[in-house]
């Protein structure tokens, strides 16, 4: 957080600051709306991008669901056969019996393979799309602005990519399904209409109560639904904030004030979850009163219709059948609506994040860059986060190849945005930005990316070896290659009486190292990463003397031979560069060396006399005056 | 529910913890039987409900026979015939009326059984971590913490009311339906029931298999995690290296290690479902084939074949079910087991028995030859060797040292984070260690590096250790933190919200926050932690200015790397690898010429502490 552009982790407008998430780039709308349309044609279509490719199985698939329906539906019919020609006068027949039974059996081999192959290959391409659109979501984070990765909480973005992936999993899974519930309830109909229309008719008329009770009902229970969903996140969020806080909590005695106010909220989530279940089970009744209903139907109106001879047992038994099987679909596509209202949610928040454009792309014709000679050029560059707000105003300087350029200034008077511009972290507005003659905009992001090297302020390490933190991504590095770097920076030592050396796994964020550890080890990989231009910021947290020193000596075998511009809080760093610039507000204020910038009793000069460890120190009041009395 | 509630007045007695070393399913199963009610009236409902299901086929059967009973030309009375049917009719539909209102309790009370293992479960989670030492939470990803918090706690709830209970409906309706089918015909009884041996054997191996590939899964699923999270957290390492192909690697391959593992479940889940429902249906085949020779031969009607047939109809959604079942039992067994072994966990650090509260007279802390590693005697290097010092009221110890050295463990020794592995501290001649955990953590208070904001208010974050604080007490400590002023700068002042959706502070103010925190609980003892370490060093003596008539009672621990910090304490020690090495005050220390001295000129050739050069002109500061 530490690293981002001031502008954007203070916003300047007091009001912004106000409202919590504002600084968030996904609406919070987004992330609280559960319950929404079951069906959202934009989200199917996108969806069915991710589909595409599985064509073929899925068309395979849904021949499977086609066959499986048939057989569903044809069981029935082969018993009503068995019965009508074969068990009933005039017809009984055993030989008949016999080729009937195969016949049956004949359907069932059929009801397998169906039954398997659209499963499994439902199964396997639903999960295979999941990973393929979990994929997708991920590349797009690689490629978008970090104007946007600034903005966006890491936990929103995993939620994305885990809980609404998961979601529509749940829906994918479900959907095969739903298809045949579909399906084998348009074919129960239309065989119920074919064998006898009017009594099929008559039996389906059931249907309509149904249709109107869940009319009524819908809207109730749709509420108590997302009352439970909306209980259950809260009921997480407390627990997360309790395992992140728990140090804090166990020291401050909350223990018991938490427990009870995280039972009131678990209380309330059992209590919305028993009302919502409340509201599904009350249709259980109503559906099944329906069904028994159907099959009274059947028998009054079907058994005297077959009585007086005007309708074959067989198909009475069908009927039955169908009335017991006609139900089911309907049960099922209930708890499928459910399903699908998530989906869709989720859905949308999944192509919310795949919509948002990727500000900072390559140009059709974009050079890539070869060894640069390591010179960089501002000219007249203006630039902002918000629009309206700029950042740095007019700003032109060069760094010669080789030179150490310290940036100096108050905070928030933009170098961190001078060196996020360098690597084209960002667009200027106004201006150009050259590296090796070349201007960032012409050039490929990934090649630029191996020509400017960067050290951030506070090291990230990722989990895996020390080898492997400080390889990184520059493959081609050897083992020999990784330990010279750690020499040169002064880690090898401190590595090497580590239980297993470079082989030593870090804990999460390199938990196992001090923090001057860390920060030794980030040197270290850039030194691998062997760029001509390196850009530095340097840490603000005041670290132990001795190992400030191992920096400050580390710092000038990472800056030899190679272009630097550091963002300097400590006077030694500051000191130790070849050129200085001062900046306020934006702009350059005053540039030389120590020697001079002192001379010319300056800002710099105010600054220093302060007798502050690092310029981020000194208090906001004691700026302005400085600043203040060095422009009169 | 209610039954519940009144059980967890002594939240150490919750069924969660009392079986402990049997198998999660097991254990699964007890929690139920804890709802003896709702299980009895479920169950109750459950046969009820099979009762009137099992009516169905019965009636349907007479209906059948009714209806064929002129063209069988028995000679049947018509009007008979159709009252028959009339009346088959009213038992058909009292029989599906019934039957649901009785799957509804059933339905309902599988549920809630459910819903509430999940609550009792999510409680005793939530406290068993509150309660774990810090040990732990440093060993465990929170992540991991949360997974097994969210999903596997509902893998659990779904395995009561989903598998739980349907198998008993399951056992009901084949066991008493099948009782009642053999004693209709025996042989076609038999065969009806045909493919439940097929079944029992393909689901109990693949609920093995199941097993193994769930467990495995949800390990590969969370390296993918880990993956995505650190790649989106250190984005711009990321992008600084432009080493957006190397971690595309690293998540593919991870990512192929899971879809190989999803894609086995997949199968084994798929393939046994479609073997299970051919067995079904083979039976199925086999009753019509038999039955329909037994028509012929005349032993039996066409109704009571309608009968069989509607039985077997009415057993087609729970087998269906049965692959539901395996999959979320295999489930439950490798979530269960994940809760539980939390849930097993005894914090390292807890109440002795018949530890007493402290009795704190004057605040004395004394560490007496205390020797710490934080694996335990047998595990690592020590961390701490024999260290011992006594700091009392109204005076400051001043702790200072290379990182790694020790200095925060004896932060953390003081709240009891960790226990000594050797020596012992005492409060006032209390080992800590036999009195309480609450009246110790009362009594110390210890401000850290790095704080944790809770999303809340300003004022609900001060006072976070103290609900009943007023807005007076509040400003008093953030006043005595310099950060008064800018609180009060806010437009909503202490309303503001903080935390991870709120406000974002910088480093400082955080630690100011933190400083705030402590000081408002008035400890007896109080530690500052590199408490300051993001402060600059003017408003960090503004702070000590502040603080000093809060302490002047009471006895505080400063540990520092920065000397202008602790140079005014009534004692410093120079701490290297766990021991202390040299001790004294400022000017003796300096006198002795040893680390303490070569330290001090280390920080005033980088001139990075002005508090050191400054000393001299503010004398009073500290």
């Not at chain 1, 979601?167 to 084998?184: C, K, N, P, R, S």
């Not at chain 1, 627990?239 to 166990?250: C, D, S």
């Not at chain 2, 302490?551 to 021991?579: C, K, P, W, Y």
Request: with cysteine.
């Amino acid at each position: 957080m530490a690293i981002m552009p001031q502008s954007l982790a203070t916003p300047v407008d007091p009001g912004r600051t106000q409202t919590p998430g504002a600084a968030g780039a996904l609406s919070d709308e987004m992330d609280e709306r559960i319950f929404g349309a079951a069906f959202d044609g934009k989200v199917i279509q996108r969806f069915a991008k991710f589909l595409w490719p599985h064509r073929r199985r899925l068309l395979v698939a849904l021949g499977g669901v086609v066959a499986f329906t048939a057989t569903q539906l044809s069981i029935p019919l082969v018993i009503r056969t068995a019965i009508d020609r074969a068990l009933t006068p005039p017809g009984v027949d055993g030989d008949l019996l016999d080729l009937i039974t195969l016949a049956f059996l004949g359907v069932i081999a059929v009801n397998l393979v169906a039954t398997y192959v659209q499963e499994t290959i439902v199964g396997k391409t639903a999960e295979r799309v999941l990973f393929d659109l979990r994929r997708a979501m991920y590349v797009h984070l690689q490629n978008l602005s970090m104007s946007f990765m600034d903005k966006t909480e890491v936990g929103r973005l995993m939620a994305r990519l885990q809980s609404d992936v998961g979601a529509l999993q749940e829906f994918l899974d479900t959907t095969v399904t739903t298809i045949g519930d579909i399906l084998l309830l348009f074919g129960i109909v239309a065989v119920l209409l074919s064998l006898d229309w009017k009594l099929g008719l008559l039996t389906l008329s059931v249907v309509l109560v149904l249709l109107i009770v869940r009319m009524i009902w819908l809207p109730m229970a749709k509420k108590s639904f997302m009352h439970a969903r909306q209980t259950s996140s809260i009921v997480n969020g407390a627990l997360a904030e309790n395992i992140n806080g728990v140090r804090t909590v166990q020291e401050m005695l909350r223990e018991r004030a938490n427990f009870e106010r995280f039972e009131v909220k678990a209380r309330d989530n059992l209590r919305s979850h028993l009302r919502a279940a409340k509201f599904s089970q009350v249709m259980v009744p109503i559906v099944d009163t329906l069904t028994g209903t159907a099959m009274a139907i059947v028998v009054v109106v079907g058994g005297n219709r077959v009585l007086g001879g005007s309708l074959d047992l067989g198909v009475m038994v069908a009927f039955v059948f169908y009335v017991q099987r006609f139900f089911d679909p309907i049960r099922s596509l209930t708890i499928q609506y459910s399903v699908m209202q998530r989906a869709m949610a989720s859905g949308q928040r999944i192509f919310e994040v795949m919509d948002v454009p990727v500000n900072i792309r390559d140009k059709p014709d974009a050079v890539t860059l070869d060894r640069i000679d390591g010179s960089i050029e501002f000219n007249h560059v203006t630039f902002g986060y918000l629009p309206g707000q700029p950042v740095l105003n007019d700003v032109t300087f060069t760094v010669a190849p080789g030179e150490t350029v310290a940036l100096v200034g108050p905070t928030g008077s933009g170098k961190t945005s001078i060196t996020a511009l360098i690597h084209r972290f960002y667009d200027v507005w106004e201006g150009t930005v050259r590296v090796g003659g070349h201007d960032v905009r012409d050039v490929t992001q990934d090649s630029l990316g191996h020509q400017v090297g960067m050290v951030l302020q506070e090291p990230f390490l990722f989990t895996g070896t020390i080898f492997d933190n400080i390889r990184f991504c520059t493959s081609g590095a050897t083992r020999d290659d990784v330990i010279a770097a750690a020499r040169a920076v002064g880690a090898h030592d401190f590595i090497e009486r580590l239980p297993k050396g470079y082989d030593t796994m870090l804990e999460q964020r390199g938990g196992n190292l001090s923090l001057g550890q860390r920060q030794l080890v980030s040197f270290a990989r850039a030194i691998v990463a062997d760029t001509p231009i390196l850009l530095l910021d340097e840490a603000t947290a005041s670290i132990d003397s001795y190992t400030e020193r191992q920096i400050q000596i580390a710092l000038k075998r990472l800056l030899a031979g190679r272009s630097g511009v550091v963002i300097a809080h400590r006077l030694a760093t500051i000191r130790g560069a070849d050129r200085i610039i001062v900046l306020n507000r934006g702009r350059i204020v005053e540039t030389g060396t120590h020697r001079e910038l002192l001379e010319r009793r300056g800002l710099y000069h105010r600054l220093y006399s302060m007798n502050y460890a690092s310029f981020d120190d000194i208090p906001e009041a004691l700026i302005k005056d400085a600043t203040e009395s060095s422009s009169t | 529910m209610d039954d519940a509630q009144a059980r967890r007045a002594h939240p150490a007695e919750e069924p969660a913890q009392i079986f402990k070393g049997f198998g999660a399913i097991t254990r699964i199963l007890r929690m139920s039987a804890y709802y003896r009610w709702r299980l009895g009236i479920g169950v109750l409902a459950t046969v009820i409900a099979a009762n009137f299901q099992l009516l169905i086929p019965r009636y349907l059967g007479a209906a059948v026979d009714h209806a064929q009973s002129l063209l069988a030309a028995t000679g049947a009375n018509p009007d008979a015939a159709r009252d028959a049917l009339g009346w088959a009719a009213l038992m058909l539909l009292g029989a599906g009326m019934l039957r649901g209102v009785f799957t509804m309790i059933h339905n309902y009370q599988g549920e809630a059984i459910g819903q509430s293992i999940g609550y009792e479960l999510r409680l005793a989670y939530f406290e068993k971590l509150q309660r774990m030492s810090l040990a732990y939470h440093d060993r465990v990803h929170s992540g991991d913490l949360m997974t097994r918090g969210m999903l596997d706690i509902e893998g659990v709830r779904r395995f009561v009311d989903g598998a739980m209970l349907r198998t008993i409906v399951l056992v009901i309706l084949l066991t008493y339906g099948g009782y009642r089918m053999m004693s209709t015909d025996l042989v076609l009884g038999l065969l009806a029931l045909s493919f439940v041996p097929v079944v029992m054997w393909r689901g109990s191996m693949s609920s093995l298999l199941l097993r193994r590939t769930w467990r495995a899964l949800q390990e590969r699923m969370s390296v993918l995690t880990r993956i995505m999270e650190e790649n989106l957290g250190g984005i711009r390492v990321v992008r600084a290296f432009a080493a957006r192909d190397h971690e595309l690697g690293k998540f593919d391959a991870a990512s192929s290690d899971a879809i190989t593992m999803a894609m086995r479940r997949v199968q084994i889940r798929y393939s046994n479902a479609a073997v299970m429902t051919f067995s079904y249906y083979t039976a199925m085949g086999l009753v019509l084939w038999a039955g329909g020779h037994k028509i012929i031969q005349g032993t039996i009607t066409v109704g009571t074949l309608a009968e069989f047939l509607v039985f077997m109809a009415i057993l087609q959604q729970p087998v269906r079910q049965i692959g539901m079942i395996v999959n979320s039992t295999a489930r439950a067994f490798v979530s269960g087991a994940r809760v539980f072994e939390v849930l097993d966990m005894e914090p390292a650090v807890r109440d002795r028995p018949g530890a007493r509260p402290l009795r704190l007279a004057d605040g004395v802390l004394r560490f007496e030859h205390v020797d710490f590693a934080y694996g335990g005697d047998s595990g690592d290097s020590p961390v701490l060797h024999d260290i011992s010092f006594e700091v009392g009221p109204g005076r400051v110890l001043g702790i200072v040292g290379p990182p790694g050295s020790g200095k925060s463990t004896i932060a953390h020794l003081i709240p009891r984070f960790y226990d000594p592995t050797g020596g012992r501290i005492t409060i006032d001649g209390q080992d800590i260690r036999d009195v309480t955990l609450d009246s110790l953590r009362e009594a110390v208070g210890v401000v850290h590096q790095d704080t944790f904001l809770f999303t809340a208010s300003v004022d609900s974050n001060v006072a976070y250790g103290d609900l009943d604080a007023d807005r007076l007490r509040i400003v008093n400590a953030t006043e005595s933190a310099q950060l008064h002023d800018y609180i009060a700068g806010l437009p909503r002042g202490y309303e503001t919200l903080v935390g991870e959706r709120g406000l974002t502070l910088s480093g400082g103010q955080r630690q100011r926050l933190s400083i705030a925190r402590s000081v408002l609980l008035t400890p007896a003892i109080i530690t500052f932690d590199d408490s300051t370490a993001s402060v600059d060093a003017v408003t960090e003596q503004r702070i000590r200015t502040a603080l000093k008539d809060l302490t002047r009672d009471r006895a505080t621990i400063i540990i520092s790397h920065r000397l202008s910090s602790l140079m005014h304490a009534d004692e410093i020690l120079f701490i290297e690898n766990g021991r202390i090495i040299e001790r004294g005050f400022h000017d003796a220390l300096l006198a002795l010429g040893g680390r303490y001295r070569e330290r001090y000129d280390l920080q005033m050739e980088f001139g990075d502490d002005p508090g050191l050069g400054a000393s001299a002109a503010r004398p009073a500061a500290g």
